[in-house]
C-alpha cells in the first residue's frame, strides 16, 4: 500500500504571493491532518478534515485554510506569505480520524516551502 | 492547554549502548496517549511507541521502551543497543482522547557514534 504522498516537495515562493500544497493520504484513509514544521517554533498542529470537513482547527491566521476531497486528497492553501511562513509542511493522514488502537497518524515527507 | 516539553536538544550515544531521552506533558485532562516519533534526516516521521494513559504498564517495541509516570507527567524513551540507524530527530507527542491534533515537543537530536 503507497504511503502518504505531498506535492510538491519543494517550493519558492515570494512575499505577497499564495500557495497550495496537496496531500494525498494511505488509501482508504479519511482523516488528514497538517503541520507545520519550523526551527523555531516546532510542530504546530494547522487543521484536520475527516470526510471532506474540517474537525479542527490550530492557532494559525486566517491566511492558512484547506480543504478536502471526496477522495480523501486534501490541499492547504497559504495566501499573502510572509516570510515567517518558510516551514516544512506535514500532513498525516489516518484510517478513521482517531488514534486509537491501530489507528496511526501515517506521516508524509513534507512539503519544503521558502518564502522569500 | 496541553504542553509537551523534552529538556535535552542533543544527545550522543555509542552504538550499541543505551540511551534514555526525557519527556514531560502537562495536562489536567486523565485520559490521552503520549508517543515518541522518530524524524531522520530528510526522511519521514515514524512513530515508534506509543503510551495509553490508562495501561499503568510501560509500552514496549523490540529495543524501545518507555518509562510512564503518570503522577509525575513523566513519558521517558530508553533505546537499548543502539544502532547506526537510531540517527534521528526524536519528538515527544500527547493527544487527548477522541482528538486528532497532536501536541508535540521541541525535539532530541540523537547521534549514534560508531
Known amino acids: 500500500k503507497a504511503g502518504v504522498t505531498q506535492t510538491p516537495r519543494y517550493l519558492i515562493k515570494t512575499r505577497g504571493q499564495q500557495v497550495t500544497l496537496s496531500c494525498s493520504p494511505i488509501?482508504?484513509?479519511?482523516?488528514v491532518s497538517w503541520y507545520q514544521q519550523t526551527p523555531g517554533q516546532g510542530l504546530q498542529f494547522l487543521f484536520e478534515?475527516?470526510?471532506?470537513?474540517?474537525?479542527n482547527k490550530g492557532n494559525f491566521p486566517g491566511r492558512f485554510s484547506g480543504r478536502q476531497f471526496s477522495n480523501s486528497r486534501s490541499e492547504m492553501n497559504v495566501s499573502t506569505l510572509e516570510l515567517g511562513d518558510s516551514a516544512l509542511y506535514l500532513c498525516?493522514?489516518?484510517?478513521?480520524?482517531?488514534?486509537?488502537?491501530?489507528?496511526?497518524?501515517?506521516f508524509g515527507p513534507g512539503t519544503r516551502l521558502t518564502v522569500l | 492547554a496541553q504542553t509537551v516539553t523534552q529538556s535535552q536538544p542533543e544527545m550522543s550515544v555509542q552504538e550499541a549502548e543505551t540511551v534514555t531521552l526525557s519527556c514531560t506533558y502537562d495536562?489536567?485532562?486523565?485520559?490521552?496517549?503520549l508517543f515518541w516519533y522518530k524524524q531522520p534526516p530528510s526522511r519521514q516521521m515514524i512513530l515508534v511507541i506509543r503510551?495509553?494513559?490508562?495501561?499503568?504498564q510501560n509500552a514496549t517495541e523490540n529495543r524501545f521502551s518507555v518509562n510512564f509516570q503518570k503522577a509525575a507527567k513523566s513519558f521517558s524513551l530508553k533505546i537499548s543497543d543502539s544502532q547506526l540507524g537510531d540517527t534521528a530527530m526524536y519528538f515527544c507527542?500527547?493527544?487527548?482522547?477522541?482528538?486528532?491534533?497532536?501536541?508535540f515537543g521541541t525535539g532530541t537530536r540523537l547521534t549514534v557514534i560508531p
Open positions: 498525516a493522514s489516518s484510517l478513521l480520524g482517531s488514534i486509537l488502537g491501530d489507528n496511526e497518524q501515517f
Open positions: 495536562t489536567s485532562e486523565s485520559n490521552y496517549y
Open positions: 507527542a500527547f493527544l487527548l482522547t477522541g482528538a486528532n491534533n497532536l501536541f
Open positions: 488509501s482508504g484513509h479519511r482523516s
Open positions: 478534515y475527516f470526510s471532506e470537513t474540517q474537525r
Open positions: 503510551q495509553e494513559a490508562y495501561k499503568q
